[in-house]
Nanobody
Framework: QVHLVESGGGSVQSGGSLKLSCTAS????????VGWFRQAAGKERVLVAA????????YTDDSVKGRFTISRDDGGNTVALQMSSLKAADTIVYYC???????????WGKGTQVTVSS
């Protein structure tokens, strides 16, 4: 079992920056990839960025490319999502998730709210 806890959400003005963190515990050796999703009310969760647990390979959705950067701390169990040039449209709940190599995203955090005001 993998346990994920997000932190770093909050309120920021348009154009500002926030850094979200996702800390994993438990059977972290089972993790192949960690992703950050976001979900608007009544809609499906959308993957915005992902990183291989081993480091290196990353994915960033076109909707946030150039503004959001995903990273993992060296040798640690925390994956960060650095968000900059935030817009009102980025106001949403962000979720951290993890999966094994051949599995869908099975492990989820509880989510953290990001609010961008104009």
């Amino acid at each position: 079992q993998v346990h994920l806890v997000e932190s770093g959400g909050g309120s920021v003005q348009s154009g500002g920056s926030l850094k979200l963190s996702c800390t994993a515990s438990g059977c972290t050796f089972d993790i192949y990839e960690v992703g950050w999703f976001r979900q608007a009310a009544g809609k499906e969760r959308v993957l915005v960025a992902a990183i291989a647990w081993s480091g290196g390979a990353t994915y960033t959705d076109d909707s946030v490319k150039g503004r959001f950067t995903i990273s993992r701390d060296d040798g640690g169990n925390t994956v960060a999502l650095q968000m900059s040039s935030l817009k009102a449209a980025d106001t949403i709940v962000y979720y951290c998730a993890a999966r094994g190599r051949a599995d869908p995203y099975d492990y989820w955090g509880k989510g953290t709210q990001v609010t961008v005001s104009s």
